[in-house]
């Protein structure tokens, strides 16, 4: 799986959209996309996920670079629940394996009132 | 049902204890994970079942000893354990052969050992 590059840590204005970036200048072209947050001490929660195209869901908005060597995670309006650490992560699909993740380092996003 | 159950959700052990965690899931999801989880790291992987089967050991000693009795539960049964194995150790479980699928994580077991 390709090695994502994220920030170690960013702050966002409570309201205000929070753009997470994540570069993956390794991705191959059957891998996707990933993003997951984990609030402290809780299990991971994922977000959204894409291939090449720009996807939007009740919680996020995906936006990856036409090249695929990048990709960002908006948050159109964060709030303080929002406050956790993100994940990017670029994984391949292996039939019959499943679907286990690799964790990268993260961004620890902080929302301020 | 999006769940997948973990318990204990904290466990405090001995160095020559034995016990076990336990997680189940029923979404159907034929895929299960064991990941390790130390303060302030991202989870990293331990095991991988895929239809009741060891698919995946990341080098994990034996001390730790996962098992599959169905496709519903994972266990992980620990066994003289050091101080350093104390993390959060998270289950998780997706569709093993379905692309565009996401993995659903447990609110995991704080795992104690003195």
């Known amino acids: 799986d390709a090695k994502t590059t994220q920030p170690t840590s960013m702050d966002c204005a409570e309201g205000r959209a929070a753009n997470l970036p994540c570069n993956h200048s390794?991705?191959?072209?059957?891998?996707?996309v990933y993003w997951y947050r984990q609030i402290h001490s809780q299990g991971p929660q994922y977000i959204i996920h894409?291939?090449?195209n720009n996807e939007t869901n009740e919680m996020a908005s995906l936006i990856i670079t036409e090249d695929r060597k990048s990709s960002t995670l908006i948050l159109p309006h964060a709030t303080l629940r929002d406050t956790a650490v993100y994940y990017c992560?670029?994984?391949?699909?292996?039939?019959?394996?499943?679907?286990?993740?690799?964790f990268g380092t993260g961004t620890s996003l902080t929302v301020i009132p | 049902d999006t769940e997948v159950t973990q318990t204990p959700k904290h466990l405090v052990m001995g160095m020559t204890n034995k016990k076990s965690l336990k997680c189940e899931q029923h979404?159907?999801?034929?895929?299960m994970y064991w990941y390790k989880q130390k303060a302030k790291k991202p989870p990293e992987l331990m095991f991988v079942?895929?239809?009741?089967?060891?698919?995946i050991n990341e080098s994990v000693p034996s001390r730790f000893s996962p098992e599959c009795p169905n496709s519903s539960l994972l266990n992980l049964h620990l066994h003289a354990l050091q101080p350093e194995d104390s993390a959060l150790y998270l289950c998780?479980?997706?569709?093993?052969?379905?692309?565009?699928?996401?993995?659903?994580f447990g609110q995991g077991t704080r795992l104690t050992v003195v």
């Open positions: 998780a479980s997706s569709h093993p052969n379905k692309r565009h699928t996401e993995a659903f």
């Open positions: 390794t991705i191959s072209g059957n891998e996707y």
């Open positions: 894409g291939l090449k």
């Open positions: 992560i670029v994984r391949d699909f292996l039939l019959n394996t499943g679907n286990q993740f690799y």
């Open positions: 979404m159907g999801h034929r895929a």
């Open positions: 079942y895929s239809y009741e089967k060891l698919s």
